[in-house]
Nanobody
Framework: QVQLVESGGGLVLTGESLRLSCVAS????????VAWFRQAPGKERERVSC????????TYEDSVKDRFSISRGEAKNTVYLQMDNLAVEETEVYYC????????????????WGQGNKVTVSS
């Protein structure tokens, strides 16, 4: 089974940027979607963005639509999430996930997850 490893999180100030990386242990099939989720303590995991394997179509949660950008690397085993103009309330653990799932799916639709990467935005 493919394994996912996230990196790129850390501490930034309000308005700054981060780029998260999600590296898979093998090339991700075009049948699979890759999504980024985030979760704050005590809250449900929320889908932030997704990229569809078959055609590269992307989706975004409304609050990040003009600030975040999801993309795939050329090697087909890496997906990035560029996050610009970060806000304090976006201090959460960010996860990447993959599965033969629709990009509008919930966390329950994705069966393979990375370990999570903490993003802290400070004022």
């Amino acid at each position: 089974q493919v394994q996912l490893v996230e990196s790129g999180g850390g501490l930034v100030l309000t308005g700054e940027s981060l780029r998260l990386s999600c590296v898979a242990s093998e090339p991700i099939s075009d049948y699979y979607a890759v999504a980024w989720f985030r979760q704050a303590p005590g809250k449900e995991r929320e889908r932030v963005s997704c990229i569809r394997g078959s055609d590269g179509r992307t989706t975004y949660e409304d609050s990040v639509k003009d600030r975040f950008s999801i993309s795939r690397g050329e090697a087909k085993n890496t997906v990035y999430l560029q996050m610009d103009n970060l806000a304090v309330e976006e201090t959460e653990v960010y996860y990447c996930a993959t599965d033969v799932a629709p990009c509008w799916g919930t966390a329950d639709d994705f069966g393979t997850w990375g370990q999570g990467n903490k993003v802290t935005v400070s004022s």
